[in-house]
């Protein structure tokens, strides 16, 4: 059983930076292409970033790309979200998650990936 664990949460002025882990039982970690989500209240989940089982390949949505950065260390079984120039509207839980099929770049779509960690909240104040 595969359990995902994010961390480094927490409240942020705007303009300042988090850095987010998430970190991977198991031994085939650095077969999957991995994800990060969020879901801000009474919105739906949005894909945020996604990186390719290697960390070679890496795509972000529109309204991150350029200010956060996804990147992986599969020798530490560890996941990372670097945030900067942070909004009051990237406010919202963040969840990484693992897809389905090993190798691959990934997708954004949600459907695909069949773990989940329980999120960690990002709180950005104005």
């Known amino acids: 059983q595969v359990q995902l664990v994010e961390s480094g949460g927490g409240l942020v002025q705007a303009g300042g930076s988090l850095r987010l882990s998430c970190a991977a039982s198991?031994?085939?970690?650095?077969?999957?292409?991995m994800a990060w989500f969020r879901q801000a209240p009474g919105k739906e989940r949005e894909f945020v970033a996604r990186?390719?089982?290697?960390?070679?390949?890496?795509y972000y949505s529109d309204f991150v790309k350029g200010r956060f950065t996804i990147s992986r260390d599969n020798a530490k079984n560890t996941l990372y979200l670097q945030m900067n120039s942070l909004k009051p509207e990237d406010t919202a839980v963040y969840y990484c998650?693992?897809?389905?099929?090993?190798?691959?770049?990934?997708?954004?779509?949600?459907?695909?990936?069949?773990?989940w960690g329980h999120g960690t909240q990002v709180t950005v104040s104005s």
């Open positions: 990186i390719s089982w290697s960390g070679g390949n890496t």
């Open positions: 998650a693992r897809h389905q099929i090993g190798g691959g770049l990934g997708s954004t779509l949600p459907s695909v990936y069949n773990y």
């Open positions: 198991g031994r085939t970690f650095g077969n999957y292409a």
